[in-house]
């Protein structure tokens, strides 16, 4: 009935599609878009403000106040001997790094349901927007850091950065990776179901105690050995620890649980992009 | 012409009522037929959407098994009823959802409009929003950057460009907006009605860009309205939804007669019986209808063409003394004119016999304004006054505007005012 030139189409609306299929030729086409939207999550961050950037810096600083004061003098729970304020600021800046892509993809959906139901484009766009803001935000809090650290080597401390810094891009996709995945396959189930929204937001706390941004995998393996795996086997804990090793020389990590963090990661990766993929499809309906 | 879209046994399911409490139990029944390698068990129970009757099933078919195609260079307009499943086939052809069952293809980019400014984000400048929007709806900056002066020149917004569009004024907004999407360069554009705001002038320019779009430019255009006149003036042809299904596609006249005929019970022709007969005891009406210039029943009427208006009345009583007339009005309600006879023997209120008769009027071409107009016939006496019978709104018909340009819009496309649109002979001269 049809000849062969009719049956050359350029998009096919079918019910199902390859799960594992990221449309990647799609969200390459979409470049200039990811660079627009995180343009826009900078300007529209600061606009109407009078310190603007400045902020990127506030909210480490005096977490890293806060937590000198509380974990490091009143409870006193020691630091693998680095600079207490040091200590932190490496953990929270890690952290946050990896909170705030999980938090910002976690709500992807239903914060841009009104974007979504109206226009098509490669869904992945977002979360990847996401990445990329909030790893320019660490770049500007990592100067943070980097600061603090040359002005305690001028003061003397003493901590020594080594080769295992060269692991440090490394430890920032896999970060990333962690927090896309985990953050995909929450957003992607509180399209139906709006009781992760709240489990996300004490969740998160939670886990950031049972990783090591505020004491070093060491003392909870002196001090409490037999729930110490709970903390070790957390991927976070390897890859914050690498980070401190890296830096400042101190921290608990092995080549094998950095692999077993990667495998996590990996795995939670593909089941994130799975999830993401089939809702995607028409989370609209039940947003 | 070759086919750009074809839609083969498009299906689409929703589920009525909340959705969160009991989804889950739900969910896992479907996802154990899944693995079992049965029938999902939600969609056998769908049932036909109809939002007025209630169901058994929480399940209703938003579109049930569509099958059509479109050509290139088409302008389509897709009319139906609130819940029809228009916007459901916009989302689908738009991929924003997808379908239960069935498929679509296409050939060529899609540019679709279901709302203006999507994505605009206050705090952003003109400028940037334009951009934002623009990457979007799919454009490269180098694209929008080499357009960038034609799209500001379009929205007529200039001055304001540099500021954050929380400070525009919602039209002004929605110009912009329109503009970037105008520039969509798309081999298809599906617009939903996002024409009803911004004032007329801007309208004709949005209008009037869609036109130059499909028929200039041969590229398609799928358009939902309610705006019958507005669809009329686009769209060669349009597809009606009905409760999901299909009901028709054909050209855009047929299509409208259909719809109208059918959703507010209106008719060109209309005969009645001896008891539902509009009258009292000394006159009923028979039958009233609206006759083109070839004497056929025609609901829709070409502007410029002369339309003809005739009823049948029975008088009950000798020695009677009465007349007959028509009453117009538009869609709105709004009362035109009445029409009654003066010049015929019957104006001097002659006595009358018992007995059957006819009534005709003709009301000459370029003078109604485009859409709907209803008509009630009646028969009088005018002295003293009486009002024997009358079909209050009982015939109706569309008239419908022409791009041609002779009519009295001229080549004018938007939204023409007025509630009549004679065509009148002007004169002007040039003199210094």
Redesign the interface.
């Known amino acids: 009935m049809n000849n062969l030139a009719?049956e050359?189409?350029?998009?096919?609306?079918?019910?199902s599609s390859n799960p594992f299929d990221l449309k990647l030729k799609d969200v390459w086409?979409?470049r200039?878009?990811l660079?627009?939207?995180v343009?826009?999550d900078f300007?529209?961050y600061y606009?109407?403000t009078i310190l603007g950037p400045v902020w990127f810096f506030v909210q480490p600083l005096f977490t890293t106040i806060i937590y000198t004061f509380v974990f490091g003098n009143l409870a006193s729970i020691p630091t693998d001997g680095l600079p207490q304020p040091l200590f932190y600021l490496a953990g929270i800046t890690a952290w946050n790094y990896f909170a705030d892509c999980l938090t910002k993809t976690s709500t992807v959906f239903t914060a841009n349901a009104?974007?979504?139901?109206?226009?098509?484009?490669p869904r992945l766009i977002v979360p990847l927007s996401i990445i990329v803001s909030n790893l320019i935000r660490f770049g500007i809090q990592m100067s943070l850091f980097i600061v603090m650290m040359i002005v305690y080597l001028t003061r003397g401390a003493s901590f020594h950065p080594n080769i295992y810094l060269l692991l440090f891009p490394f430890l920032l996709i896999l970060m990333g990776m962690l927090g896309l995945g985990l953050g995909m396959i929450i957003s992607a189930m509180t399209t139906?179901?709006?009781d992760l929204n709240f489990l996300i937001t004490f969740g998160i706390q939670l886990m950031m105690y049972l990783t090591t941004v505020i004491y070093p995998l060491s003392v909870v393996k002196s001090k409490y050995p037999g729930y110490a795996w709970l903390v070790a086997y957390n991927p976070m804990t390897s890859i914050i620890e690498a980070f401190r090793y890296g830096f400042l020389g101190q921290g608990t990590f092995t080549m094998l649980s950095l692999s077993i963090t990667t495998a996590i990661t990996t795995i939670i990766l593909l089941i994130g992009i799975l999830i993401f993929n089939r809702v995607e499809?028409?989370f609209?309906?039940?947003v | 012409m070759?086919?750009v879209i074809?839609v083969e046994n498009l299906s689409k399911a929703?589920?009525l009522g909340e959705?969160?409490t009991g989804?889950?139990a739900s969910?896992l029944e479907r996802f154990w037929a899944k693995i079992r390698g049965k029938e999902d068990p939600f969609l056998k129970i769908g049932e036909v959407n109809d939002r007025t009757k209630k169901g058994d099933s929480n399940i209703v078919w938003g579109l049930k098994d569509l099958n059509f195609e479109i050509e290139q260079g088409d302008a389509v307009g897709i009319i139906g009823r609130n819940g029809a499943g228009k916007s459901t086939l916009l989302?689908?052809?738009?991929?924003?959802?997808?379908?239960?069952?069935?498929?679509?293809?296409?050939?060529?980019?899609?540019a679709?409009l279901?709302?203006v400014g999507?994505?605009f984000?206050p705090?952003?400048s003109g400028r940037?929003n334009l951009?934002?929007n623009g990457?979007?709806?799919?454009?490269?900056?180098a694209e929008i950057k080499r357009k960038f002066d034609e799209i500001v020149d379009f929205s007529g917004v200039e001055r304001y460009i540099d500021t954050?569009v929380k400070r525009y004024s919602s039209g002004m907004y929605v110009r912009l907006a329109f503009a970037v999407a105008a520039h969509l360069e798309s081999e298809i554009l599906v617009v939903d009605e996002v024409l009803a705001v911004g004032d007329a002038e801007f309208q004709k320019k949005c209008l009037g860009k869609m036109s130059e779009v499909s028929k200039g430019e041969g590229r398609t255009v799928l358009f939902v309205s309610h705006n019958m006149a507005a669809i009329t003036r686009l769209c060669n042809s349009s597809i009606l939804l009905r409760n999901g299904l299909l009901a028709d596609y054909d050209l855009t006249h047929r299509i409208i007669t259909n719809y109208l005929s059918i959703d507010e019970r209106s008719t060109a022709f209309r005969q009645w019986g001896v008891e539902d007969a509009p009258g009292n005891n000394v006159a009923r009406i028979l039958s009233a209808g609206i006759f083109d210039e070839n004497n056929e029943v025609y609901e829709f009427i070409d502007i410029r063409k002369p339309v003809v208006i005739k009823m049948e009345y029975e008088v009950l009583t000798d020695d009677v003394k009465l007349t007959h007339a028509f009453v117009f009005h538009n869609e709105h309600g709004l009362r035109l004119f009445d029409s009654h006879d003066i010049n015929t023997k019957w104006k001097s209120n002659s006595l009358r016999k018992k007995g059957k008769y006819t009534a005709e009027l003709l009301i000459p071409g370029n003078f109604f304004a485009e859409g709907k107009i209803k008509i009630s016939p009646a028969v009088i006496t005018s002295d003293p006054w009486e009002l024997h019978a009358y079909g209050e709104d009982s015939i109706s018909f569309f008239v419908k505007d022409s791009l041609d340009g002779d009519s009295a819009r001229g080549e004018f496309v938007g939204n023409y005012g007025g509630i009549v649109r004679p065509l009148f002979n002007w004169r002007s001269d040039f003199i210094g």
């Open positions: 009719d050359n189409w350029d998009i096919e609306i079918t019910v086409h979409y200039d878009l660079v627009l939207l343009r826009r300007v529209a606009k109407q009104g974007l979504f139901g109206k226009v098509y484009f139906k179901y709006r499809r028409t609209i309906d039940t | 070759s086919v074809k929703y589920q959705i969160g989804t889950i969910d989302k689908i052809l738009s991929r924003v959802t997808s379908p239960t069952t069935g498929s679509v293809k296409i050939k060529g980019r899609v679709s279901l709302e999507t994505g984000h705090e952003l940037e951009y934002l990457a979007i709806l799919g454009m490269r900056k954050p």
